[in-house]
C-alpha cells in the first residue's frame, strides 16, 4: 500500500459547482499538509498549507484534515474553467525535509 | 528573479547515452530537489540537498547521479539512459527550516521532458 493514495479522476464538473478532492493517507506520523495545483506542462505551485488537524480557508478553496481517520480534503466552492488542473496532496512528518505526493487528481470544470 | 529554471527544456536520447539536467535557483535556497513525474506515478523524489556539497537518495535514485557544488545549481545526470528513464524532470526548491511553511513551500521549475529511445 502506498503512503498517499489519491483518485486519478479526471472529475468533470460544471463550472460554478463544488468541488471535492480527497486524499488518504497510512502514515499516522505526518503533521504538514499541502495541496499543490498543477496546470497541464508547468511546475505544481503550492495551493494551500495545514498544520495537523482542522480546516483552513482561503478564499473559494478551503483545506480540511482530520488525523484521526486519515483523511485530508481541498474544497472548491464556485469552480471556474481556470480551476482546470491536477491538484496534488503532498504531506510530511516533522524533522522531515522530504515530501509526500499522492499521485494527484485532474479536474475539468467546464463552462 | 527568475525562480528556478531548467536547461534543457527538451531532450532525445538514444539508449545508454548520457546527459546532465541543470537546475538554478535565485532565490537563495538552501535545499533543492529532483523529482521526475510519470503518467499514473505521480511525482517521486529521485534526489535531494539541504545544501551546498550536501545530497542525499529520494525514492528512485537507481540510475541517476547529482551533485550541489554551488548553492543555487542542482546538477542531476543520467549516465547511461534507458527507455525507463522516459520522463518529466521536475526540480525544486525551498528554503530550510525546522519546520513549517517554509520547507514545505516548494518552488517548481518548468519541467524538461526527456524521451530515451
Known amino acids: 500500500q502506498k503512503e498517499v493514495e489519491q483518485d486519478p479522476g479526471p472529475l468533470s464538473v460544471p463550472e460554478g459547482a463544488i468541488v471535492s478532492l480527497n486524499c488518504t493517507y497510512s502514515?499516522?506520523?505526518?503533521?504538514?499538509f499541502m495541496w499543490y495545483r498543477q496546470y497541464s506542462r508547468k511546475g505544481p505551485e503550492l495551493l494551500m498549507y495545514?498544520?495537523?488537524?482542522g480546516n483552513k480557508e482561503d478564499g473559494r478553496f478551503t483545506a480540511q484534515v482530520d488525523k484521526s481517520s486519515k483523511y485530508i480534503s481541498l474544497f472548491i466552492r464556485d469552480s471556474q474553467p481556470s480551476d482546470s488542473a491536477t491538484y496534488l496532496c503532498?504531506?510530511?512528518?516533522?524533522?522531515?525535509?522530504?515530501?509526500?505526493f499522492g499521485k494527484g487528481t485532474m479536474l475539468l470544470v467546464s463552462p | 528573479n527568475a525562480g528556478v529554471t531548467q536547461t534543457p527544456k527538451f531532450r532525445v536520447l538514444k539508449t545508454g547515452q548520457s546527459m546532465t539536467l541543470l537546475c538554478a535557483q535565485d532565490?537563495?535556497?538552501?535545499?533543492m530537489y529532483w523529482y521526475r513525474q510519470d503518467p499514473g506515478m505521480g511525482l517521486r523524489l529521485i534526489h535531494y540537498?539541504?545544501?551546498?556539497?550536501?545530497?542525499a537518495k529520494g525514492e528512485v535514485p537507481d540510475g541517476y547521479n547529482v551533485s550541489r557544488l554551488k548553492k543555487q545549481n542542482f546538477l542531476l545526470g543520467l549516465e547511461s539512459a534507458a527507455p525507463s528513464q522516459t520522463s518529466v524532470y521536475f526540480c525544486?526548491?525551498?528554503?530550510?527550516?525546522?519546520?513549517?511553511?517554509?520547507?514545505?513551500?516548494?518552488?517548481f521549475g518548468p519541467g524538461t521532458r526527456l524521451t530515451v529511445l
Open positions: 525544486a526548491s525551498s528554503y530550510s527550516n525546522t519546520d513549517g511553511l517554509n520547507t514545505d513551500t516548494q518552488y
Open positions: 532565490m537563495n535556497h538552501e535545499y
Open positions: 503532498a504531506m510530511r512528518q516533522s524533522g522531515y525535509s522530504t515530501l509526500t
Open positions: 502514515n499516522s506520523a505526518f503533521q504538514y
Open positions: 495545514t498544520y495537523s488537524s
Open positions: 540537498s539541504v545544501g551546498e556539497g550536501t545530497t
